[in-house]
């Protein structure tokens, strides 16, 4: 079975068992945020999950893009294939960017976790006056999906950001040659150029299709340190949201109910807090709202401020 068609008769995709990624989903991942995200996220018990065009990696949507680009794939068969693929994709981002009518870009919306509840470049973008101010969420995984997939009118796709070059390459190849082989085209076909012409480029737009899915988690090397483990809702029929940042940046977003089951079961202290106080704070805040004990913690990190 495809990813595209895995994705067309599901709508919750667990992108680790399609790659043979991990054996298990983790049981627990571990969602960073403010201090007034925390609030938001308690207070309401929604969760928000960012437009693709709004995350921190200027790359996300292109990355794919320059990965095929620039990636010498020497003498392998397929080679042409996957170039000519690469350049319609980014022909088709191109559209969108300028907004063109005739231009179909999926839209999607991220909520991004980690595998790791302590994670100082986590920290660090929480960074306020030259201090790490913020929470590390501990989520159920199931109950986290459950939750997401509920009132969900898109696709639910979810699973481990793959870093690797070398690995997100060899994806790429299983995927065209996967898709490629369904239509009845081999490697020598591809060389002879014994194919028929419709089969080829159903079985291009095909491939398109599947990298466009497998394209969110797939991320640059620099970003491995954050050990991301994340959701994405593709297409969406949900109203936007908006934010403004301290940076003057307008987010867009949308937000999906987490209260049954609350998934929540544990929280860690970024380093710069002082802990005792924000342990009763939050304990006190918890009472008043009738909610079940939750494990705090502070972080195990030693900074000087």
């Known amino acids: 079975m495809t990813l595209n068609d895995l994705c067309e008769q ?40 960012t437009n693709c ?4 990696d200027k790359k996300e949507f292109v990355y794919l893009i320059e990965l095929i680009s620039n990636y010498d794939f020497k003498n392998y068969v397929f080679k042409n ?9 980014g022909e088709k981002r191109n559209y969108y ?7 179909q870009s999926p839209k999607y919306y991220i909520l991004s976790c980690s595998l790791e509840d302590d994670l100082l470049p986590m920290w660090i973008y929480y960074s306020k006056n030259g201090g790490y101010y913020g929470y590390s969420l501990k989520f159920r995984t199931d109950r986290l999906i459950k939750n997401l997939s509920k009132t969900n009118n898109g696709k639910l796709l979810y699973g481990t950001v793959i870093y690797n070059k070398e690995r997100q390459i060899r994806i790429i190849k299983q995927i065209v040659e996967s898709v490629f082989k369904g239509y009845g085209i081999s490697g020598e076909d591809i060389l002879n150029k014994n194919y028929s012409e419709a089969d080829y480029i159903q079985a291009s737009l095909e491939v398109i299709e599947a990298l466009s899915y497998i394209r969110i988690f797939f991320k640059d090397t620099n970003f491995r340190n954050e ?79």
């Open 10 to 49: 599901n709508n919750i995709v667990d992108i680790d068992s399609y790659l043979r990624y991990r054996k298990s989903k983790p049981s627990y991942i571990y969602h960073y945020t403010s201090t007034q995200g925390f609030l938001n996220i308690f207070e309401h018990a929604n969760i928000r999950l």
């Open 53 to 56: 065009n709004c995350l921190n």
């Open 81 to 89: 294939v996957i170039k000519e693929i690469g350049q319609t994709m």
């Open 97 to 103: 960017i300028k907004g063109n009518e005739d231009s």
């Open 227 to 305: 050990l991301e483990y994340r959701f994405a809702i593709l297409n969406s029929s949900d109203a936007d949201n908006f934010s403004i940042d301290d940076k003057g940046f307008i987010r867009n977003f949308i937000e999906k109910s987490i209260c049954d089951p609350f998934p929540i079961s544990g929280i860690t202290m970024s380093p710069s807090m002082e802990f005792l106080n924000n342990f009763i704070s939050i304990q006190n805040y918890m009472k008043s709202r009738n909610m079940r004990p939750i494990i705090i913690k502070k972080s195990k990190l030693n900074m000087r401020f």
